[in-house]
């Protein structure tokens, strides 16, 4: 059995003042057991302040997260705020930490943090929940493929830093107070752990297109559609305008490789010199996609259908849930429309629970044998319960 327990502040520049709230929401005197580890996320000044140093020094135990847009938990949310959460438990074990810069290579530095992991533990994880950064040199698709080769049939549950800048500088991930650059962020949850996973993305949004196929890529570069450039195949749907792909980081596409597995959403990001489409997670040569587009009548719907469903699943049990930035975006003014419908939908007397803005999510599917499937998912709000 795993206990949650949430915490958070907005006391952003005053790092005393701070601790004090966290210390006494958590009540960890009373409320902590033999096991634990935590998850921070937050607004990136947090970092900067030294509210983030300042909250870890005091915790008993390992704690890793990321920077993110809003968080919330019950109680409370916001833009400016930081939230602790703290996975804690008898019978189950915990081991977190962060690996090595990644900018050389993710072998060795992601190779060795797991290895580190694993000494640490009584027995295989039974899973992961992982925070990586905006890589310049790999995508987070790689960082998948790379973590699920080494841990086996195990699934990973995460999210990629993010921040309010352009380019992504602000964006981090977090070990024991300290910012890592370059880094990945591990927590393994090691026993008698059976967590259920569930998720909304846009296969169900407003569809612009019907199925076409990918019929040259590179990664997550987009380069041919039915055997035409890609910007000659927009353009047929009336989606260019002055010689560019319109629906930056709202245009989706909706990706089915045909390997049984869900569709997989990917977020158009923008247009290359030469024409390409710049995807936010690999666009696989040979998959059917269509267009989508979703509004915040859909956001909000989308996660009080998912909550509705997790619910029955998670009496007695907590909730881990991660949200694409772009979908907060789309709510424009009304930002808070998402976690209010979560909120109403969980009502006064649901399960523990704490979400946090990605810049894209990992979640794992499972294949037609039953084995997991991990993937680096974008414009989906996805739940682990646990």
């Known amino acids: 059995m795993i206990r949650m327990l ?9 790092p005393a003042a701070a601790v004090a709230e966290i210390t006494e929401q958590l009540d960890l005197e009373h409320r902590l057991l033999r096991n634990a580890a935590g998850i921070i996320q937050c607004y990136p000044e947090f970092l900067e302040s030294g509210v983030v140093r300042a909250i870890c020094d005091v915790l008993p135990f390992d704690v890793v997260g990321c920077t993110t847009l809003c968080t919330a938990v019950p109680g409370s949310a916001g833009l400016f705020q930081l939230t602790l959460t703290v996975l804690t438990s008898d019978d189950v074990a915990f081991a977190a930490g962060a690996s090595e810069s ?24 039974s899973l992961y929940i992982l925070f990586h950064p905006h890589f310049s040199t790999y995508t987070s698709n790689e960082l998948v493929v790379k973590l699920s080769s080494l841990a086996g049939n195990v699934p990973f549950f995460g999210m990629r830093a993010i921040d309010d800048t352009l380019d992504r500088t602000a964006a981090c991930i977090i070990c024991n107070g300290g910012r890592k650059e370059n880094s990945i962020a591990l927590l393994a949850v090691s026993g008698n752990v059976e967590p259920v996973f569930l998720m909304k ?5 407003s569809i ?25 195949y927009f353009k047929g749907l ?25 569709p997989i959403c990917r977020l158009y990001l923008d247009s290359t010199a030469g024409g390409d489409i710049l995807c936010g997670g690999i666009m696989p040569v040979g998959a059917t996609f269509r267009c989508a587009t979703i509004d915040p009548a859909f956001v909000a719907a989308s996660t009080t259908e998912l909550v509705a469903e997790a619910l029955p699943l998670a009496r007695g049990k907590n909730i881990l849930l991660v949200s694409c930035a772009a979908r907060y975006w789309t709510l424009g003014r009304n930002t808070f429309a998402e976690i209010n419908s979560m909120t109403r939908a969980m009502g006064d007397k649901g399960p523990p629970y704490s979400l946090a803005y990605s810049g894209g999510e990992i979640y794992p599917l499972r294949d037609a044998a039953g084995r997991w499937t991990n993937q680096f998912h974008n414009i989906t709000l996805t739940m682990c319960i646990l």
């Open 201 to 205: 993305n846009a296969a169900t949004a």
């Open 6 to 14: 949430t915490a958070f502040t907005e006391e952003i520049d005053d």
């Open 238 to 262: 009336g989606l260019v305008r002055d010689g560019e792909l319109q629906g930056k980081e709202a245009l989706t596409f909706v990706v089915d490789s045909s390997d049984g597995l869900p």
């Open 102 to 125: 990644t900018a050389e290579s993710l072998d060795g530095p992601v190779d060795g943090l797991h290895a580190d992991l694993l000494a640490t533990l009584p027995e295989k994880p």
């Open 208 to 232: 612009l297109s019907d199925g076409a196929v990918i019929t040259a890529a590179d990664g997550n570069l987009l380069k041919a559609v039915n055997d035409m450039p890609a910007p000659e």
